[in-house]
Structures are given as C-alpha cells and as structure tokens.
T-cell receptor, first 115, second 110 residues
Framework: DGGITQSPKYLFRKEGQNVTLSCEQN?????MYWYRQDPGQGLRLIYY???????QKGDIAEGYSVSREKKESFPLTVTSAQKNPTAFYLC????????FGYGYTFGSGTRLTVV | QKEVEQDPGPLSVPEGAIVSLNCTYS??????FMWYRQYSRKGPELLMY????GNKEDGRFTAQVDKSSKYISLFIRDSQPSDSATYLC??????????FGAGTTVTVRA
C-alpha cells in the first residue's frame, strides 16, 4: 500500500542533542513537507521541498534542518538551537497537477519530548 | 491576526446530531479549501476538498465555501461516536503550501 512512513513514533531528546526524524513516502509525490503541531496552535510549516535537492524554509525554520537527496525521503533534524522542541511532528507529501497540490497525505507523526 | 481562524471548541454533541464547524480567513487569494480529520495521536486525513465557492456533499459530510465572506463550513449529519476527532480546515492560493486552522475537537456522545 502507498503511504508515508514516519519513524520513530516516539523520540526522547536530551538537552543539547541533535535528533533526526525520518520520513519516507512511496506515493511518487513531488512535494514533501514538515509541520509542527502544538496544542491550540494548529499546524505550523517548518520546511518544504518541491523537488529533489531543493527545499525552502517555512514559517518556523529556526533550529531545524532538512535534506532532500531522494524523492522518497525528507528527513528533519531538530538541532540544539531549537529551544522548545517538544511537539508532535508531521510529515506530508502532495502531487502537483495543473499548478496545485491536491491536498496532502500525512504520516502518523513523531512525538518528540525533551528530557 | 492569524491568516486562518478556527474555534478550537471543544464541541460535544449527542449521537445523531448535526455537527457544524467553520473557519474564517483573511487572504482573498485562497481558492482551494479542505477539511481534514485527525484522530488522537494520528496524522490528519483529507475529508473534503473544494475549489472556489459553493457546496460539496459526500455522504454525511457537506462542505460550504463563501468567498465573499471569507468563511467556510463543514456539516456532519447523523453524527456517530466514530466522528469524534479534531477537524482542521486548510486552504491555499495557487501554490503548494496550505494554511491550517488550529482545529476543532469534536466529541459525539453515544
């Protein structure tokens, strides 16, 4: 079955540590996204990528980094510069036809907690 | 002011009731409108997709868009306990990026 796989489901980070969240899709979608979800704030865009080897900052990119070396993969690194990383992280992908992405397909998310 | 405003609720209704959800927005360039459903600790899933103004119906779900008022709605008829979830509105102009509302948490009581 086609879909998006995020791993791990739960992740614990110590202060000052970098961690990487994995996102893999087998939908042959061109675009991929990372969102952060906090209670009462909805989804906020961290980074997005429209094609391989290209990505753009979203609204809250500080303290995060990404890479897009393969169409299927879009890993997110939460660096020690991110001061409040505890959140639910969602990866998504979309296909673009006629100039618009027809909605997103989301992964099941990774819950990151700082300990 | 947020680009997309959505009342977070929570909203609690008895089984069989009509659930009414809505969002307002400020960007007049938005022309693609979506509703997502998110169960606890899961990723959102696309429920309804609407282009421009008008109504769209899919089973028990009806989505309405009023671009003149910058207002969109989702109605759930004959609500079931399995409809208990957080509902997120999302919208976009003509590029890849979606702008999301904060989500409304709905509980349908059996």
């Amino acid at each position: 079955d086609g879909g998006i796989t995020q791993s791990p489901k739960y992740l614990f980070r110590k202060e000052g540590q970098n961690v990487t969240l994995s996102c893999e899709q087998n939908l042959n979608h061109d675009a991929m996204y990372w969102y952060r979800q906090d209670p009462g704030q909805g989804l906020r865009l961290i980074y997005y990528s429209q094609i391989v080897n290209d990505f753009q900052k979203g609204d809250i990119a500080e303290g995060y980094s990404v890479s897009r070396e393969k169409k299927e993969s879009f890993p997110l690194t939460v660096t020690s510069a991110q001061k409040n990383p505890t959140a639910f992280y969602l990866c998504a992908s979309s296909i673009r036809i006629g100039g618009f992405g027809y909605g997103y397909t989301f992964g099941s998310g990774t819950r990151l907690t700082v300990v | 002011q947020k680009e997309v405003e959505q009342d977070p609720g929570p909203l609690s209704v008895p089984e069989g009731a009509i659930v009414s959800l809505n969002c307002t927005y400020s960007n007049s360039a938005f022309q693609y409108f979506m509703w997502y459903r998110q169960y606890s600790r899961k990723g959102p899933e696309l429920l309804m997709y609407t282009y421009s103004s008008g109504n769209k119906e899919d089973g028990r779900f009806t989505a309405q868009v009023d671009k003149s008022s910058k207002y969109i709605s989702l109605f759930i008829r004959d609500s079931q306990p399995s409809d208990s979830a957080t509902y997120l509105c999302a919208m976009s102009s003509n590029d890849y990026k979606l702008s999301f509302g904060a989500g409304t948490t709905v509980t349908v009581r059996a």
